[in-house]
T-cell receptor
């Protein structure tokens, strides 16, 4: 079972470059989200989507864009990378947007370094 | 606003010792969900448990047990007879009505090292 798949797993960018982190899930999950993980800060929500065509901001959305054209895919775009965006990024999904819908399923993470 | 505090940044134990990881949360809601995730050195996040605010029963799963106490807003996690494979970062997380539908607020994590 593929579950939640993130690519790439590692990426090095220069300041000002753009890139897209890909996230795909094959579980027909309604809810998808992106978190970033920084040392000593746990994971923080960047953006989320409750279905195709619907996205919204999380706790730390600045510098990131998302779109949800299909149920399966939820890419995260950095338009002009900054060193402060050096982090590990996790995509997560859930079969329902309801709070009692069980756990979030996480991808394996993408480590991004911005020089 | 919701908040999760894991005051123990790092814990080191010797194999076969019992260890408890503390989690204290803050929320204004009466309905909420608490989670524990494990992040081994390989980096992925592994779901361990989910508990809703109306279920204060303690839970045991093999060597793992969880103690939920609403009176002290705590959801502590105990590993009995720890093993080297338990070495990981453990995150406690909260989902309540103030965040987005499935938003989890994470604690900063506790790095557990189990020495042979």
């Amino acid at each position: 079972n593929a579950g939640v798949t993130q690519t790439p797993k590692f990426q090095v960018l220069k300041t000002g470059q753009s890139m897209t982190l890909q996230c795909a899930q094959d579980m027909n999950h309604e809810y998808m989200s992106w978190y970033r993980q920084d040392p000593g800060m746990g994971l923080r929500l960047i953006h989320y989507s409750v279905g195709a065509g619907i996205t919204d901001q999380g706790e730390v959305p600045n510098g990131y864009n998302v779109s949800r054209s299909t149920t399966e895919d939820f890419p995260l775009r950095l338009l002009s990378a900054a060193p402060s965006q050096t982090s590990v990024y996790f995509c997560a999904s859930s079969y329902s947007i309801k709070r009692d819908a069980g756990e979030l399923f996480f991808g394996e993470g993408s480590r991004l370094t911005v020089l | 606003a919701q908040k999760v505090t894991q005051a123990q940044t790092e814990i080191s134990v010797v194999e076969k010792e019992d260890v408890t990881l503390d989690c204290v949360y803050e929320t204004r809601d009466t309905t909420y969900y608490l989670f524990w995730y494990k992040q081994p050195p390989s980096g992925e996040l592994v779901f361990l448990i989910r508990r809703n605010s109306f279920d204060e029963q303690n839970e045991i799963s093999g060597r793992y047990s969880w103690n939920f106490q609403k009176s002290t807003s705590s959801f502590n996690f105990t590993i009995t007879a720890s093993q080297v494979v338990d070495s990981a970062v453990y995150f406690c997380a909260l989902s309540d009505l103030s965040g987005s539908a499935r938003q989890l607020t994470f604690g900063s994590g506790t790095q557990l090292t189990v020495l042979p």
